[in-house]
Every structure is written in C-alpha cells, then in structure tokens.
C-alpha cells in the first residue's frame, strides 16, 4: 500500500509542474505580446499614430516623435505646428495624407520633398519597422528695399540686411510665422510685418519705401535735393536758407546778410547768383547751378515738358518731384529749373 501512495504524489507532482510551466509561458507571452509586439506593430503604423495625435492635439507624441534638424520638437515647437495643421483644415488634410502615402510607400518616404521624411530608426521588432518622423526644412529669402534693416521672426531678432536690395535667407520647420522688418527711414522707424506660410521655399520681399504720392521731402530722393543744395552753397558760398531768406528785402539787409555785389544796378550780380529788385526789394534770385542741361538730366530725368518764357526755357518735372525736392530745401517761394546760354539756373521769384 505504502508503494502506491508515492506513485500517485509523484504524478500529481508532474501535473502541477506542467500547469505551472503553461502559467508561466503564458504570462511571458503575454507579457511579450503586451509590451514587446503590440508596440512593435504599432510604432509600424506611423499613419495611424500621427492622426490620432493630430485630432487629439497630443503634444507628448510630438515631441517624441517628430523630429527637425536631427532634435526632438520642444514643446513650444510642437504646440505651434500641431496648432498650425489643425486651424487650417486644408493643411491638417494633406499632412496626414503625405505621412499615409510615405508610409506605403517606403521608398517615397524616404525622399526629402513635401512637409515630411520617414526615418526607420532601426529598432523595430517582429519584422516591424519603428519610424519617426523628420520636418523638411525651408528656406525663406527675405529681400529689403532699404538699407539696413532689421529682420525678426515669431519676436526674435533674426538677422539685418545691410544694403538696399540685399536678402538674407533662413531655413525654418514647415509652419507660420510673423515676419517683421524694421527699419529707420528720414530719421523714422518703420515696421511693417507679414505672416508666411512656409510649406515650400518662399521668397519675401518688404518694400518699405512710401509712395512718392504719400511723402514729403527726404523720404524718397534724398541724393538729388542734397546735391542740389551742395550745389548752391558751393557756388555762391551761402546756403540755400540764408539766400531764400532775402527775397523781398531791401539792398541794405542784402548787404549785411551776405555783404556787397561784384556789380550793383537792377541786378545784383554775386558769384554763382544775381539778385534782381523791384521797388527797391529783392524779387527774382538765379542761381548758377554749374550744370549743363546733360548734367539736368542725369539728376532728374526728363521732364515732362519744356516750355519757352521770358527768362528762358523751364524745365517742369512731376509735382511730387519737384515739391519733394524743394521742401527737403525748405524753399517757400515760388522755384523753376531754368535753361539758358546752355546752363541751368535755380530761379527763386
């Protein structure tokens, strides 16, 4: 009897070995598939992955797994592209379209166009692959009209363009960004921003120069008013405020002003000008431009006509122009361009 009894604990022992052995592998394989291949399998549906983190503005899942410039998004970066896809619907579309299409295509995927590039990161388990995803960058080209301007991006500092017409450009994640330039015009700054939508390389150029219709003196054609006002001051050895400050005045102020003429009579004659009265006061002033009407026209253009009068043939040019030029000179009297015995004189009546 006793022999019986040790047969049948030996077999239950076995029994309980195998149940034991089956609850272990059990757990293992569960374990297994719980952490080992259901994430495998679902690291391989990048798609997937990314749609739902879009739609569920899943910040974690950005920052984890999309990628610029070989660094993981912070979270400032993350927030703004997920809030950039998902206020424009359109872009929110074809952004999760492009990943589904790299991800069945692996070769496509790979290539470096559109928003996005699937990098394999070589972790994959169970013959799957794991992914993340990489921001293509973009370049922006940012031209200036005005030399020396400041260029800021989402209120930073980003860089200056030195020269009227020169560019700089910058390499950005797909997205939207405010773009600022500043810059001081005639002693003013002037700000002017635009908001670009970088889904391929943008070219962006500020014209920060107002419309001639809209200035005032300075603030377009600096170079010929100060050229002409050089211009007087060298000829006649006065500046162009102290000889506009003698029309209507009487001979005597003339002299103490700018003292006595190489001729007296009607006419006044001063190098470089001559002063002609009326009543005894000054009423006309021609100044001797030292230019020939060549000279006129490399500074000016030509003019929209050329009408012949008593004192010679007038050159009148564009309104804007010409009160552009005169008011930089603070001149308030009547003023023409005058062509005569092949020069140009500034006539001031």
Known sequence: MAYVRSKKSVRRRRIYYIL????????????????????????????????????????????????????????????GFMGWLNEEKTMRGEAISEVAQDRADRTQGMKTEGLFRLVDTGAGRFGFSDYRIELLPKTLVVTSDVPLTNVWVDGAQVGRIEEAGGNMSLERMPGRYDVKAVAVIDGSTVTETEVVTLIEDEDLAFGMLPEQDETIAGQFDLDRAELIEVEVEAQTGHSIGTIEALMNERDQTVIDEIGEPAERGDVWRYDGMELRFVDGRVKRIDIDLQKRPDDLLALLGEPNERIETDVGVEWRYDRTLLESIFTFLRLESEKQFIERDEAIYLMLT
């Not at 052995?21 to 374990?31: E, Y």
């Not at 391989?44 to 410039?69: G, M, P």
């Open 20 to 79: 034991l052995a089956i609850i272990v592998l059990g757990l293992v394989g569960g374990a297994v598939y719980r952490w080992g291949y259901q994430p495998a399998a679902t690291n391989d549906k990048i798609h997937v992955r990314f749609k739902e983190a879009l739609l569920n503005e899943d910040v974690s899942f950005f920052q984890e797994n999309v990628e610029y410039a070989t660094e993981p998004l912070t979270r400032a970066e993350a927030l």
